[in-house]
């Protein structure tokens, strides 16, 4: 049988040489001189031959014999080099399949029909279907839940900043002692007076007769109050510049919802995810530390956007976890996507009555994923490698004419 020879010895990568191994096929690793030794060791284990070396260079494609091999399979981390490389091998053997990894699913059909590459293939849209249901094989959905309980977990309040409520209380706090000095010292109405005081009574009321301290007053009534409408227009536009708006408004959004999915994280998977779950017609909020900058902006006008670390019980409130049928947990860190789910399930058990959440974590270490399982059936726990890995080998396994 032929070799499928197999660029990039990463997470995924290793999961697809353990799968081409464990279909019986034989297997050439290329890799550069940053890969891991525990992952050459592993791949060794599985028998696949290991060579070093960067695959878009001719001689590192001298070292797999080109014209024997049955498919390449590219999976390095990095989209351009996949391409650069899948391109260099339809020029020096067009008949070898070429599939190869791309985080962009909408070039995909470019790349297959403008190339002639086999398949192009995104890992985080091949495993987005599992995690989708996976978290609405919840239970059917719950009504509003009665927030009365003894045993609700406390929660810090919402931070707001003194100056945005004292200042604006000070302007009319200003007027109406403004109002209340010129009634009685003038003998005006209280609409003359109201009119006066924030007119400066357009010169049909005047001070010119007044005493002093009178005067002295309409002018302090009349550059403070300049002043702090100046105040004021500046921290309404720092309020809306810096995104305090936008987040509160999400935050009010967020706990409007009911029966909706909690997804944590914004990298491929969670946007992929995300998208999923809105074209499904599910009802999605999104938590992300870094979901404020230009990279996570994406789902933002379609769900909300909460920006802060899912490990604190307080961002799990402002994303409605009280009301919500699930919660996906899927950073590239498996202790993070753990202790969201630890956090997650702390607030269920104080603050939802009773009812379950249904948690699913996305992992990346087969052993972590063995430990808990063998401790607990209460855990969704989901591989993007191994998911996808599967469809990788399938289209580098398939026939010419598949």
């Known amino acids: ?31 550069d001189e940053r890969m891991s030794g525990n992952r050459i060791d592993r791949a060794r ?10 695959f878009r260079t001719p001689a590192a494609r001298r070292q797999v014999s080109l014209t024997d091999a049955r498919a390449v399979v590219f999976r390095t981390a990095s989209d351009l080099d996949n391409l650069e490389a899948a391109l260099e091998v339809r020029g020096e053997a067009p008949s070898v399949r070429v599939v190869m990894r791309h985080s962009q699913p909408r070039l995909s059909r470019r790349f297959e029909t403008d190339f ?47 100056e945005l409520l004292a200042i604006p209380l000070l ?30 009574g357009f010169g049909d009321i005047h001070l010119k007769d007044s005493p002093d301290w009178l005067k002295i007053s309409g002018v302090m009534l009349l550059f403070s109050g300049v002043l702090l409408i100046a105040v004021i227009a ?24 009911r029966n909706h999915v909690v997804v944590c994280g914004l990298g491929s998977v969670g946007n992929a995810v995300t998208r999923d779950l809105y074209d499904r017609g599910t009802r999605v909020v999104v938590v992300d530390p870094q979901a404020d900058d230009d990279l996570h902006r994406e789902p933002s006008p379609r769900c909300p956007v909460i920006v802060g670390d899912a490990t604190t019980p307080v961002i799990l409130h402002h994303a409605g976890i009280e009301q919500a049928r699930a919660l ?52 969704t726990l989901l591989s993007e490698a191994t998911i996808a890995a599967e469809v990788f080998v399938q289209r580098a396994l398939a026939d010419r004419s598949a």
């Not at 702390?346 to 974590?361: D, I, K, Q, T």
């Open 234 to 257: 500046s921290l309404l536009a720092v309020f809306v510049v810096t995104g305090t708006a936008d987040h509160l408004c999400n935050e009010l959004r967020a706990r409007r919802l």
């Open 45 to 54: 284990a599985a028998s696949a031959t290991v060579l070093q070396g960067d």
């Open 116 to 162: 002639g590459i086999a398949a192009a293939l995104a890992p985080a849209a091949l495993a987005t279907d599992a995690f989708v249901e996976a978290a609405l094989a919840a239970a059917s959905p719950f009504p509003a839940p009665s927030l009365r309980s003894d045993r609700r977990m406390p929660l810090p309040p919402h931070p707001i900043r003194t």
């Open 328 to 379: 996906i947990a899927c950073t590239s860190h498996d202790a993070l996507n753990l202790e969201m789910r630890l956090t997650a399930q702390s607030v269920a058990e104080a603050r939802r009555n009773g009812r379950p959440l249904r948690p699913v974590l996305r992992y990346f270490g087969a052993d972590l994923a063995r430990r808990i399982h063998a401790v607990s059936d209460n855990y």
């Open 1 to 31: 049988m032929k070799p499928v020879v197999v660029c990039g010895l990463g997470r995924f990568g290793l999961h697809v040489v353990e799968a081409l191994r464990g279909c019986g096929c034989p297997v050439k690793v290329v890799s």
């Open 171 to 200: 302007l009319p706090g200003i007027y109406a002692t403004g109002i209340v000095v010129f009634r009685f010292a003038l003998g005006l109405t209280w609409i003359d007076a109201t009119c006066f005081a924030t007119t400066v």
